[in-house]
């Protein structure tokens, strides 16, 4: 039975943590095995991991963090980050991940979403679409490469293409929003929402444990990912992994 999940969302750049905002600066908030233990004992629903520099500089995967990472964690795994080819996305299933996370190599070719899915299952294959506003009236894009290159591509037209290909679930997150913790794209998400069926995990804003609630209150049933949220604790932003613990969750799921 589906049901919503509070996903914590962490940025891998050169084997570390880092945080950015609007996928600039990328402070560094410390080592990712560490985080996935304490995530661990605090029982999250899933983690998603993305390595923010693997596609732009050309790299596959870094398969031994990837194995290490799901050695140590015993919630659902995603992984994205320089997967081009139907083995890599195997090779991560079979290092114990359970879902793959797809951006770049899909946009550039959308069949590989069928035939990794063909590959690993459906319920594996998670493509990430990373949005911008451009243009003097905001028209929503989809970015790849570290949102570094616009496709030209409107997201709820790639969400619905992805939909018919094999996906098995769709992430969209805002670049607008990334890191500045005001809030989710609720227009955004209203949008991709209305157009397809597939699970939906929304990325990018989170500022509270208020606004996820208000996601969850909306649109029922999807994914709300974090990062700065759960990395970061106060005003100033000291680095703390945290995560609402059973009760504040029970609140946030009602």
Known sequence: MLRSRIIPCLLVKNKGLVKTVQFKEGKYVG?????????????????????????????EPDFVMIENLANESRMPLCYGGGVKTVEHAKKIIHLGA?????SSAVIENPNLVTDIANAVGVQSVIVVLDVKKKGLFGKY???TNNGTKSTGKN???????????????IVVNSID?????????????????????????????????????????????????????????GKFKAVLINYPNKDEKRKLLS
């Open 31 to 59: 080592d990712p095995i560490n985080a996935v233990k304490i995530f661990n004992e605090k029982e999250v629903d899933e983690l998603m991991v993305l390595d923010i520099d693997a596609t732009k500089e050309g790299r």
């Open 98 to 102: 359970e879902k793959v996370a797809l």
């Open 141 to 143: 894009q989809v970015y």
């Open 155 to 169: 997201p709820v037209d790639l969400a619905k293409k992805f939909e018919s290909l094999g996906a098995g679930e």
């Open 177 to 233: 929003n990334d890191g500045v913790m005001k809030g989710y794209d609720i227009n955004l998400i209203d949008l991709v929402r209305s157009a397809i069926d597939l699970p939906l995990t929304v990325l990018g804003g989170a500022g509270s444990l208020e606004d996820i609630k208000n996601v969850i209150a909306k649109y029922k049933i999807i994914g709300v990912a974090a990062g700065s949220l759960f990395v970061f604790k």
